[in-house]
């Protein structure tokens, strides 16, 4: 076994106590701009233009990442109303999806084809959520159910949010081993090589959906949602159903001839 005894508490500032949780989450989210400004800026974007996409889509992202969780803890909101306002408690997916909305929502108001864009920006997204494990693999939440297995991680510090002295399966590494998975699929080998534009990002929510779904089964730390699937599991295959018909019937390979009389 593998025991975890980092505090999950990076540093504190009066009474306020930051957790590596929330440094991976900025790191993540700053990540992302950096990877969009830098092949945004190949296509002749403008700086100007990422920084009023991040204005909308970060803001986006939080806001459906909340109200998924919301949704999924709905019994509790209902008698917590007040919590609602509480920063904490956020979902990948409502982040993920509320950034899209919220890229899609800018572009369309600038004028500008938000698929090309969008296409560029999917491999830095899933490298930033890479990063993002990483606090929660410190931080001990979103860990797994209690495993015999000769990597299962034991939390020792009492800031952890896992239960402590109990193996559990590392469902932050699993996810983090699949996030990069997903971005060596799409960096070094679907990249550029799919047609119509919008492609690469249908593959990418695909690819995330299929490992979500399937890790989702070890994890520990939620309840069903409807049906015996969680909440994150049913936003999974509505992704899937509406994205895999696309990319079986829409999606074409696009050889290095091709590809260099396209672009």
């Not at 939390?155 to 559990?168: D, K, M």
């Not at 049913?234 to 990319?247: K, M, Q, R, T």
Request: charged share 10%; with cysteine; aromatic share 12%.
């Amino acid at each position: 076994m593998i025991q975890v005894g980092v505090d999950p508490v990076a540093f504190t500032v009066g009474g306020l106590s930051v957790r590596w949780y929330g440094v991976a989450v900025a790191a993540a989210i700053l990540s992302i701009i950096l990877w969009i400004r830098h092949f945004w800026g190949k296509m002749g974007v403008t700086s100007d233009f990422v920084a009023g996409v991040a204005v909308v889509a970060v803001p986006c992202g939080l806001l459906v990442s909340k109200l998924l969780h919301i949704i999924d803890k709905l019994s509790y909101y209902a008698s917590h109303p007040g919590e609602m306002l509480n920063p904490a408690g956020l979902t990948i997916f409502g982040a993920i999806l509320g950034g899209i909305l919220g890229m899609w929502i800018y572009c369309r108001l600038r004028g500008v084809p938000a698929a090309p864009l969008l296409d560029l920006a999917a491999p830095g997204v899933i490298l930033g959520q890479a990063i993002g494990r990483i606090g929660c693999t410190i931080n001990g939440c979103c860990y797994g159910k209690p495993t015999t297995l000769p990597w299962g991680f034991v939390y020792t510090h009492p800031n952890s949010y896992a239960p402590l002295g109990i193996a559990v399966h590392p469902t932050q590494v699993y996810e983090l081993l699949w996030d990069l998975l997903v971005f060596g699929l799409l960096f070094y080998i679907l990249r550029g090589r799919l047609r119509p534009e919008g492609s690469l990002i249908a593959a990418y929510l695909a690819l995330y959906s299929l490992g979500t779904f399937g890790i989702r089964f070890l994890r520990g730390d939620v309840t069903p949602f409807v049906l015996g699937l969680q909440e994150a599991q049913l936003v999974s295959l509505v992704i899937l159903l509406a994205v895999v018909p696309f990319l079986l019937a829409k999606v074409r390979w696009v050889g290095k001839d091709e590809q260099a009389d396209i672009g």
